[in-house]
Structure formats: structure tokens, C-alpha cells
């Protein structure tokens, strides 16, 4: 299973000499084997994303964890979607008062995006997923609504030899006394257990979400803690502040490694990175 990251950023994309090393961009991934493509979210970083041309692929399925613009704002401008001969898979949150296709035409339509869905020339199909377990080519995908505002799922990829889990929005320790002991009751846990590789919101320090309680996102501190409950073997932490510096990022997540000694590897995913997993 091969992995590339496209946009690591949270909340809005961002620029300058201060954040290069990370990357600005917000979420997007890519998962590749034998041929097959899936790519998480559709951040401002699915623009960078490039399919090699040797491969000669011609479906794309895009999984979306949910519908915050900083997850779909790149969806009009990935050019797979203008592509009369490329069979374009969109699966996503479903909710209990509007469609996939209606909530995906509010972005993809004027006055927002000049090209209205209906209008694109790929082959589109798409699909609403609730807590399900699906097969695309090589890959079992189970999903999981998590804690974030509105309809929000965590996806868990499980390829021929690996399993990853993606929850770049989540917020499991909300609560009068934080995250709970007893497994089965944490939001998401499910779908990160014994991953080979878990990629998980860690926007704040601990100070800060003191202060942003709710908002839907973890403390470097939580995401930890998540890792450690749910035995995963790599801890990639995820939704990275838009104002936080490279080297308030260094700074964070050395003052992480100092205060906690957890068994598995743990690092900052960054922007342009590729990850093989065996």
C-alpha cells in the first residue's frame, strides 16, 4: 500500500516561507495498490495530485469524511472531474435531510463555482455511506460517523497486508471529564484498532483546547491518548493550525514526545510525504 500526502492544514489553506516545510494546503490523501485509487477528502490539495500516466487508470473514487469546505474546496478544480473518459466515484456522509448530490451542488454551483455538478463531463456516480463496510478493487473500507459538527465519518482501509485509518476531524475526548476509559464507547474506535497506520486531528496544545471545547477537533495531547486505546503501530498527527509556524509545529510536537513515552512511532504528517506500508 502506497500513500501520498497532498494537504496536511486544517481549517483554511495557507502560505509563506514559515510554513513550507509542512505545507499549506488542507486535507488530502491518495492510497494506491495494484492499480486502484482512492483519495481522502478533496482539500485544496487534490490540485497537486497527479496520476501517474503509466498506470492508465480510469476510475477514481474519492472518499469524503465530510462536507466542511476546507475537506471539498480543491473538488472543483481536480481535473478528473472534466474528464469525459474517467469514471469518477464520490462517497460521503449521509444525512438525514439532504442528499450527497445536494449538498455537494451547493459548492459545485454559482455563485460559488462557475460549473455546476450536473454539468461535469466525468462519469459520476455517487454514493451516501452511513457506519458501513464496503469493497472498491483491493480495498475493505469501513466507515464510522465520529464527533465533529455535522455528518462527519472516519474511514478504515484495510489492503492486502495493511490497515489504515484516517480521522483528520474528530473530537473524542468531548466530554464533562474528557475521553473515557472503556474502549467501546470512544468515538471512532472502531475504526482505528490495531491500525498499521493512524492519521488523526491534532490541531490544538492541551491550553488551547481548553479554550475550543466542541468545536469538533483534539489536542495533540488526546490524539495521543486515542492512539495509545487503540493499539495503532504509527501516529501521523493531522489538521495542522493554519497559523502555526514550522517551528511552532517542531516546538509541539517535541514538548509531545518529552511528556509522553506510548509505544508506537508518532510524527507530523507533512505535505508531499509518501509512505510505503508492507
Not at 438525514?96 to 455538478?117: A, E, K, T
Request: charged share 20%.
Amino acid at each position: 500500500m502506497k500513500i501520498n500526502l497532498w494537504g496536511v492544514r486544517g481549517s483554511t489553506p495557507t502560505s509563506g516561507p514559515e510554513t513550507t516545510y509542512y505545507g499549506g494546503n488542507t486535507s488530502c490523501m491518495d492510497v494506491w495498490e495494484d492499480g486502484w485509487l482512492l483519495i481522502l477528502d478533496g482539500g485544496s490539495g487534490i490540485q497537486k495530485l497527479v496520476i501517474n500516466p503509466g498506470l492508465k487508470t480510469k476510475r477514481i473514487d474519492i472518499l469524503l469524511t465530510h462536507f466542511h469546505l476546507d475537506h471539498i474546496q480543491g473538488l472543483g478544480f481536480f481535473y478528473a472531474l472534466f474528464d469525459p473518459e474517467m469514471e469518477v466515484h464520490i462517497w460521503g456522509p449521509a444525512s438525514s435531510s439532504r442528499s450527497l448530490h445536494s449538498r455537494l451542488s451547493r459548492y459545485l454551483s454559482p455563485p460559488l463555482f462557475p460549473v455546476l455538478i450536473r454539468d461535469l463531463p466525468c462519469k459520476l456516480t455517487l454514493h451516501d455511506i452511513s457506519n458501513s463496510i464496503f469493497t472498491i478493487g483491493p480495498f475493505t473500507i469501513q466507515t464510522g460517523f465520529l464527533i465533529h459538527p455535522g455528518p462527519t465519518v472516519g474511514y478504515r482501509i484495510t489492503g492486502r497486508h495493511s490497515v489504515i485509518a484516517y480521522m483528520p476531524d474528530h473530537e473524542p475526548a468531548l466530554g464533562k471529564n474528557g475521553m473515557i476509559n472503556d474502549r467501546k464507547w470512544i468515538s471512532g474506535f472502531d475504526i482505528a484498532k490495531d491500525a498499521d497506520l493512524l492519521l488523526h486531528d491534532a490541531q490544538y496544545t492541551a491550553i488551547e483546547y481548553e479554550r475550543k471545547k466542541g468545536w469538533g477537533h483534539s489536542s495533540i495531547d488526546d490524539a495521543g491518548l486515542f492512539a495509545s486505546f487503540a493499539n495503532v503501530k504509527n501516529l501521523l498527527f493531522w489538521h495542522h493550525d493554519p497559523n502555526r509556524t514550522d517551528l511552532q509545529l517542531n516546538e509541539m510536537l517535541a514538548a509531545f514526545k518529552e511528556n509522553s513515552h506510548y509505544e508506537f512511532n508518532c510524527d507530523l504528517a507533512r505535505e508531499g510525504a509518501q509512505i510505503v506500508l508492507k
